[in-house]
């Protein structure tokens, strides 16, 4: 390995990319506009639940309930049925996500002691939604019919408390105490990011050197193909790491998500983090007969294994058997780990340090096999 | 005669079942200017990336200053200047930066690189481009850019592949000047051409086709083996003329040089121009001038390949 081969071309390649204005500027733009546009639009949190209501009862009861229900951010009334079958249509046609029905008589019911039972028709198509949507309205009836409970007692003159449940939850939450998706997402996007840009900012430099001649006179020199590869990747890494930096930033300024831990632990991992991305594009740009093809393997390699299988959105754990193993030979899975850990629970070396090491094994093991794919020869 | 600088051996090259390269063996003296002389798709080319070790041998053995190409692709690589047929220079990059990356992919150092690059911009007249980028420049300074890239790392054997194709002759003339210094400095050349004026300009020259050597020899070796004898022939209308001579026993080879025939009459004819004069005969021909004409490289190339000069100026 010598410096002044490897040096000369990290430098023609930085001239390349200072001569392209246009795709510097793609490359420095484009992880703030997914950020803001991804970090905007997905949200696992479920505020303003859409809800029809049939009032059978039409009582002062019902009508506190369903004042009750609309005054929470959790639900919306955005329709009063005459009956059932009415509120079903409105399923159907996705106006509503349940349609709560009062039984007639309940008011009197109440006040007579007995039992009442509301009815709910849950939209079950989306079952993630709906599973939600049932604990919170659950959750919310619980309220409303201690509430009226403890109203009665006190129109009674009691002064205990009707109903203690003999144990109760005093709960916690840690890291994230308003359980925000967002602080959750936030640092996933970033990694997600990072990988397919960084997959896709090398992917072009070894097929462009074949496609345009060059590489003939390059690869009769006797510059060494580690030299030529790590000298390839130099110039874009320093671009990556500025799209950490700024990814970074807007997560902070836009949404107000903060890492909580190191940012110098952060940006160490994330250096070892895009020399495996930058790989993979090398790798990808060595083995493939044209740019577009380059480019479209990128893409395919970084972008759906690091949205659908690294833990970003589905936990890894629910996972068939295969599919936690693909995800355990993915970068993506382990940055990720460090980058949540740093960003929401502030760990530091001590904790990330098995994933780090997974990292630096990835990139030499990438780094290694674009080396071994490299031929300076023609045919 | 010294080590030689190039040593081709028994060479082969198949590509699937295509022999672009058939049983080539050739060796080239330090300090020669070698030329390569065939037509497309003769295996030119791929004589030279095997010696620069891009493809490798199906068959046979390359040396350069007595190192295998095959064993030790690196250290000759080192010791070799290519210019290859393709775009070599990086369009987005000046005339400066390009020798620059080359200077650094050769490992130049930066006192000498400075000397060095100085040098041949002054020699190769580029001073005026090195703020240039490559891509603007004509045909003509690419090429000469091309060679002080190749020229940087002051390689003893240099491998230039079709160096001057569509540079004005002027240029081509002091192109060969600079091969010729260079020459006297013991730089090896490897040159290949199908331009024949270029091909005068060489020490030595083999000819090949479709992969196998044809002939080698002198520039003046190549055209005393044109057979018989040579006549350059005025008449009217020429190509009726050209296809009763080319019937005419005891003629070898009819073939059009500009308005004029040349006509190749075998060795045993007592009396080539009577041969000619006689078979003209009828009253339909005007025949002007039958006179003899020493033969050129060109007559050689042509009757050795067997007439096929395809492209010969591309």
């Known amino acids: ?32 506009v997914l950020l803001l546009l991804m970090g905007a639009g997905i949200n696992f949190d479920l505020t303003d639940l859409p809800f029809a209501l049939c009032d059978y009862d039409g009582s002062a009861t019902s009508r506190l309930l369903r004042d009750k229900l609309s005054h929470t951010e959790l639900f919306r009334l955005t329709g009063v049925v005459r009956h059932a079958g009415e509120g079903e249509l409105l399923l159907r046609e996705g106006l509503c996500l349940f349609v ?49 409970l403890t109203g009665a007692g006190k129109r009674l003159g009691l002064r205990t408390t009707v109903v203690v449940p003999p144990i109760t939850v005093a709960r916690k939450v840690l890291y994230n105490p308003a359980l925000e998706s967002r602080q959750f997402i936030v640092p996933g996007l970033i990694v997600t990011i990072l990988v397919i840009l960084g997959a896709i900012l090398t992917s072009g430099t070894v097929v ?59 940006l160490a991992c994330a250096v070892v983090f895009l020399v495996c991305a930058l790989g993979l594009g090398l790798l990808v740009s060595t083995i493939s007969r044209t740019q577009q093809l380059a480019m479209v393997a990128a893409i395919v390699a970084t972008l759906l294994p690091s949205l659908l299988i690294s833990g970003f959105a589905f936990p890894i754990r629910n996972m ?49 096999l674009s080396v071994s794919r490299f031929s300076k020869r023609l045919v | ?86 775009f070599s220079l990086y369009g987005d990059l000046t005339v400066q930066e390009n020798m ?16 060095r690059s100085a040098a041949l911009v002054e020699r190769l007249d580029l001073g005026q481009e090195c703020g240039r980028l490559a891509a603007t420049l004509s045909t003509g300074i690419r090429q000469r850019l091309a060679l002080a890239c190749a020229l940087l790392h002051e390689p003893p054997v240099l491998f230039l592949d079709e160096p001057t194709s569509g540079v004005d002759p002027v240029a081509r003339r002091r192109f060969f000047e600079l091969l010729g210094e260079l020459s006297v400095q013991g730089v090896t050349t490897l040159i290949t051409t199908h ?61 059009l040089f500009g308005t004029a025939l040349h006509v190749a009459v ?46 010969a100026d591309e």
């Open chain 1, 1 to 32: 390995m010598s410096r002044r081969r490897l040096l000369a071309i990290a430098r023609k390649e930085w001239v390349h990319i200072r001569r392209d204005p246009r795709s510097l500027a793609v490359a420095l733009m484009v992880p703030i």
């Open chain 1, 100 to 148: 709560l029905v009062v039984p007639p008589g309940m008011e009197a019911d109440l006040a007579a002691g007995r039992p009442v039972a509301l009815q709910v028709l849950l939209d079950g198509s989306d079952s993630n939604t709906a599973s939600i949507a049932r604990a919170y309205l659950e959750g919310a009836i619980a309220r409303f019919s201690s509430d009226l």
């Open chain 1, 208 to 266: 462009r050197e074949r496609e345009r001649g060059t590489f003939e006179t390059l690869a009769a020199s006797p510059v060494l193909a580690g030299e030529i590869l790590l000298g390839k990747l130099i110039p874009y890494l320093v671009i990556g790491m500025l799209d950490v930096l700024t990814t970074i930033t807007v997560g902070a300024v836009v949404f107000h998500v903060y890492v909580a831990g190191s940012v110098e632990l952060l």
């Open chain 1, 320 to 368: 068939p058997l295969f599919l936690r193993v693909i995800s355990n030979i993915i970068p993506a899975t382990h940055f990720l780990i460090v980058a949540r850990g740093i960003y929401l629970k502030g760990v530091g070396l001590g904790v990330v340090w098995p994933q780090l090491a997974a990292l630096t094994g990835f990139a030499v093991l990438i780094l290694g």
């Open chain 2, 1 to 86: 005669m010294a080590e030689p600088a190039v040593v081709v051996r028994g060479l082969v090259k198949r590509f699937g079942s295509f022999t672009a390269v058939d049983h080539l063996s050739f060796e080239i003296a330090p300090g020669e200017i070698f030329g390569f002389l065939g037509p497309n798709g003769s295996g030119k080319s791929t004589t030279i990336r095997v010696l620069c070790g891009l493809l490798l041998p199906s068959e046979g053995e390359a040396f350069v200053n007595g190192i295998s190409v095959a064993e030790r692709p690196e250290t000759v690589r080192a010791h070799i200047g290519y210019m290859s047929q393709l």
């Open chain 2, 100 to 115: 620059e990356f080359y200077g650094g992919v050769y490992g130049v150092v930066r006192e000498r690189f400075r000397q």
């Open chain 2, 195 to 255: 331009v024949m004026d270029e091909a005068e300009h060489c020490h030595r020259l083999i000819l090949i086709h479709e992969g196998r050597r044809v002939a080698l020899g002198r520039p003046d070796d190549l055209k005393a083996m044109v057979p018989g004898k040579l006549l350059q022939v005025r008449v009217e209308p020429s190509m009726q003329a050209a296809d009763v001579l080319s019937a005419t026993e005891g003629i070898v080879e009819v073939s």
């Open chain 2, 266 to 311: 075998a060795a045993q004819v007592a009396s080539p121009e009577g041969l000619v004069r006689e078979a003209l005969g009828a009253p339909e021909f005007t025949v002007e001038e039958v006179v003899p004409v020493r033969p050129t490289l060109e007559h050689a190339f042509l009757s050795l390949t067997g007439g096929r000069l395809e492209g």
